[in-house]
């Protein structure tokens, strides 16, 4: 019976091992952490049961696959970065806290670093490797945000942290990716691919807005035994650090359930895949022993149990966008965390064969919502036959083929460069919000509108007037609906700026921050003169030789700059001059807003008028903030919290117009 649970045990070490490298190390996943966790506690419960642990396992080590190609030498840690061991269970959480004072926080999803001060100057940062060897990044010191370069603290002081890229920045980051294919799974191998390039490429780390969150006060010659303190002391020598909340084994439950909320409402813009539980006496947890590679005291790391069910497809839905053709799995409906959840992309190809999806009505699935937000099939319990490709284009009926990426994924291609859906995507980022803006004009909307052959590019969207007859007639729409539409495409000539406008061309590599900066340099509409004289804008904070290639190609295509041109004469961009010192009402200050905006249509709205106006506006309350803008100031959130315990000013809306206009 051991020499069959032995042959389990070497699969399910080779497979997690396989899948802790592509998580860790490159742009693809090849199994959802679903997966992962259950093949990782089946190691777990057959290492107990024979009392065998086969070298290499996963559950003696901890994985520095993200960081096997980051450039750097490769050094000790002063004090050994070990994982903290994983329940799903709230009652191990209660039972782990007993009766001592414990503190909740993030288990936030990135890099771990390591950080070193002495004579109050940063002088080392490594990351955490295999726990006991790390590789040296200190080179990066100015690429990085989150921490301080000089303290006010002259002793020997060591930082322990997350080095995370929020939702935003993944986004927007994987969006100048033409190629689907080439982009990033998730948040976390953005940060790793980042972490791990040279000397120089730094502009490129600093584009990409990596962030240190402290997480620990690993060691410190002051006297200070609290974690709570040490994190406090963390606060006011200047770095970022991860929010918590004081809490007991009684008051555990209600906490994770509201900080679950936060991770189901899409609060949290940081990636995070669990929380954890400390300790507030350091001293208590130091006692602790080590146990593989966990240190039984120092921390217990809860995750959400993923809520499953298992359903039958009934489809493989083939939706060609800008660059492939995407497998969608439609099936009958189950319920998942409340919602009814019938469609999952299938990503590509590869990854249908992975699962081994088969016939349409022949193969079971199992769904779930990962990190309680995404519906994603991970498995596959039976299936019979194996699913078919479509013989041409599900949008323009052009041939099809096969093509394998860079890394090494197989995708499904349209061949026709001229099929209509290649440029859905492209309209879609067009109108979108980020944009132009134009309500109203949705996916299914424009896809009809392509379909018909109204929309062949952007300008024919100014244009659509003089189709109002055929629109009044499309299935969804009437007068009043055809009126609103082509109301908002009027709004939209006048009220789109110029960064908003170049985000919206989907020129490569060039969106929001960048597109911002590009305006800010030359205004508008001076920006179109330098682009007339093919003006090189390596220069330009944040761009760098790649983005400035990148726009100078575009507008070098014949065609680009004729829709550019006739798009400058059918809208009214607004003039905008350089931008130099900004001398506003919110100059040099830094704002949080949470909760719902009245007077301001949005909180895109109120960011871009601070920021207008000099100022700032940050996810999250720090030291460094100066105002904490929230309609209810009498809430219990842990914003308010957090701005209470730091002396921060909580104003409402009314209030900040009054100070600070509007």
Known sequence: MNEEKTIRMRELISRLNEASEAYYGSRDEIMSNYEWDAMFDELGRLEAETGIVLPDSPTQKVSAAAEDNIAGAKEPHEFPALSLAKTKSVEELCEWAGDRPVWLSWKLDGLTLVLTYDAGRLVRILTRGDGAVGTNITFMKDALRGFPKEIAYSGHLVV??????????????????????????????????????????????????????????????????????????????????????????VGLPDAVARWTRMVEDGTMQTPVDGLVICYDDTAYAATGSVTGHHATRAGFAFKWSDESARTVLRQVEWSCGATTITPVAIFDPVQLEGTTVSRASLVNLSEMDRLGIGENGATELEVIKANKIIPKVVGVPSAKGRYALPESCPSCGGPVSVATGVSGARTLKCSNPDCPAKNLKKFERFV?????????????????????????????????????????????????????????????????????????????????????????AYGWPGLIDELEKGTDFAAVDGLGPERSAAVLGWYGNEENR??????????????????????GACAGLTFVVTGEVNKFSNRDAFKAYVEASGGKVAGSVSKKTDFLVNNDLTSASAKNTKAKELGVPIISEDEFIERFGM
Request: charged share 30%; proline share 3%.
């Open 160 to 249: 322990r942290g997350e080095a995370t890229i929020s939702y935003p920045e993944f986004e927007s980051i994987n969006a100048a990716i033409d190629d689907p294919s080439e982009r990033y799974a998730n948040p976390r191998n953005l940060a790793a691919g980042t972490l791990g390039l040279d000397v120089k490429r730094l502009d490129e780390v600093r584009r990409r807005g990596v962030l240190f969150n402290a997480f620990t006060l690993v060691y410190t010659e002051e006297d200070i035994v609290s974690w709570g303190k040490r994190m406090d002391r963390l606060d006011e020598l200047g770095f970022t650090t991860v929010a918590r909340e004081p809490t007991d084994a």
């Open 432 to 520: 979108s919000k980020i944009g132009a803006d134009i309500d109203g004009l949705s996916t299914e909307t424009l896809r009809d509108l392509v379909g018909l052959g109204f929309v062949r590019t952007f300008a024919d969207i100014y244009r659509l007037s003089a189709h109002a007859d055929e629109i009044r007639q499309m299935e969804g729409f009437g007068d009043k609906s055809c009126e609103n539409l082509l109301a908002a495409i009027e709004r939209s000539k006048t009220n789109t700026d110029a960064a908003h406008f170049l985000t919206a061309l989907c020129i490569p590599q060039i969106a929001g921050d960048a597109a911002k900066r590009l305006v800010g």
């Open 562 to 583: 004729r829709v550019f041109r006739e798009l400058t004469e059918l809208m009214s961009i607004p003039a905008a001059e350089p931008k130099t010192e900004n001398k």
